[in-house]
């Protein structure tokens, strides 16, 4: 039985990956509760486990026949190049089921999913892209094609020579800091961009893709963790961590976290599954557990946004992937960045440079380079200011997501915009 035409389906493709599944199903969480019915394609590669807080969305699962090492094997690029040619025909078909039954449908796809961009183009069907990285990230890769065109053969041994130059007109980002792929968004068949960000943020970014990157509509509804609250994590999380944080001093902590994807040196991180060969911390000497015991707390998958609002909480170690980024921003925590990839990179330069809340940490790890990255967050008259910055930043994100913020506005501009699609 065909739903009132009222009642649009939105068809979500989302990476499989915890970082761009999280601010997704956030982002299907905010659409449903403004009256639209949700379909989410995924693949079978970090399967998403629908909680109650998700009963009335329908899950279907994209076909395809790659084998499941192929995620940890190829590396994340090659993946998902792989990933998109392999489900081109089992999204396919998927579509083709879901319009018998209802013509309605518009397709929002991460903009890494971009066969699904291809497939709703083939149907004639409405088709937007979901950005979740930041505004400025995403005004970098438009501008690849510009800074190394085609003549330019090896465009990463260009960046390479140039690394510790600014690059013109992106100030304070270097070559090193960009993310070191070509857009792929196809604004001439996609109908707008949505972005998880606030233009108290990145109103900068946001105006050179609206007006000179993009001529496609471009709406920033984020941060979406603070529009539609809801569990996104693949892995359990371990809240027994919260009971330690209640005895400790305020500002006193700082919380370490480096996403579920970066992988560093056994002497720098014990992440299960970052080491080679190590599941946890059965690799690092008992030596080493005794002295954590004393002063601070491990566990496998801590409640991210739950730690961060702590008051215990005084600093972030990150990776500084934007969902992370956004969270301690969210939560008033200056953060002390260690990027390793992607988009991390700019996001810590401008958590250094421009909102001047952050510590980068490039180079050699060390414990001199360690203790003075934490000094400086934590006891000096600097790190007091830059918390004191964090903390003005979170009013102004919350402000963004209330009634009448830019973020509320532009969700229910997009929201509108759809109905008419």
């Known amino acids: 039985m065909e739903e009132k035409a009222a009642r649009r389906r939105l068809v979500l493709v989302p990476v499989p990956a915890q970082g761009h599944i999280s601010p997704m199903m956030q982002l299907a969480k905010a659409l449903h509760l403004k009256g639209f019915s949700i379909t989410v394609a995924q693949t079978k590669f970090n399967y998403f486990s629908p909680s109650d807080d998700f009963t009335d969305f329908q899950f279907v699962t994209i076909q395809e026949t790659l084998p499941k090492t192929d995620f940890k094997n190829l590396g994340p690029l090659q993946f998902l190049l792989k990933l998109n040619k392999e489900c081109q025909v089992g999204f396919k078909d998927c579509l083709g089921q879901l319009l018998l039954r209802q013509s309605n449908v518009c397709i929002i796809y991460d903009e890494f999913m971009y066969f699904a961009g291809a497939t709703a183009k083939e149907f004639k069907l409405p088709n937007i892209i979901f950005s979740t990285t930041s505004a400025t990230a995403f005004v970098c890769r438009s501008v690849f094609d510009k800074l190394f065109p085609n003549n330019v053969l090896d465009p990463l041994k260009e960046l390479r020579a140039r690394k510790e130059e600014l690059v013109p007109e992106f100030h304070p980002l270097r070559y090193k800091d960009l993310p070191i792929y070509r857009n792929i968004v196809d604004k001439q068949t996609a109908s707008s961009v949505i972005i998880n960000t606030a233009s108290c943020l990145e109103s900068a970014s946001l105006s050179s893709l609206q007006q000179q990157q993009l001529e496609i509509p471009v709406y920033p509804i984020g941060p979406l963790h603070m529009v539609a609250s809801a569990p996104t994590s693949l892995l359990e999380e371990n809240k027994s961590c919260i009971e330690w944080l209640n005895k400790q001093k305020k500002d006193s902590v700082i919380f370490i976290s480096l996403g579920s994807l970066a992988l560093m040196e056994i002497s720098e991180v014990i992440r299960p599954g970052s080491v080679s060969g190590s599941e946890w911390t059965e690799s690092l000497s008992?030596?080493?557990?005794?002295?954590?015991?004393?002063?601070?707390?491990?566990?496998?998958?801590?409640?991210?946004?739950?730690?961060?609002?702590?008051?215990?909480?005084?600093?972030?170690?990150?990776?500084?992937?934007?969902n992370s980024t956004l969270e301690s921003i969210g939560e008033g925590v200056p953060?002390?960045?260690?990027?390793?990839?992607?988009?991390?990179?700019?996001?810590?330069?401008?958590?250094?440079?421009?909102?001047?809340?952050?510590?980068?940490?490039?180079?050699?790890?060390?414990?001199?380079?360690?203790?003075?990255?934490?000094?400086?967050?934590m006891v000096s008259e600097e790190g007091e200011e830059m918390r004191k910055r964090a903390l003005s930043l979170k009013e102004r994100l919350r402000a963004s997501v209330r009634d009448g913020g830019s973020s509320h506005n532009s969700l229910d501009e997009f929201v509108h915009f759809v109905k008419r699609l």
């Open 335 to 377: 953060m002390i960045c260690r990027p390793f990839s992607g988009d991390q990179k700019v996001n810590a330069r401008f958590l250094e440079c421009v909102w001047k809340i952050g510590v980068q940490v490039e180079g050699e790890l060390n414990r001199g380079v360690v203790e003075r990255a934490v000094r400086r967050l």
């Open 286 to 322: 008992e030596e080493f557990g005794k002295i954590v015991s004393e002063r601070g707390y491990i566990v496998k998958w801590a409640p991210q946004k739950e730690v961060l609002a702590h008051p215990a909480v005084g600093g972030f170690w990150s990776h500084c992937g934007w």
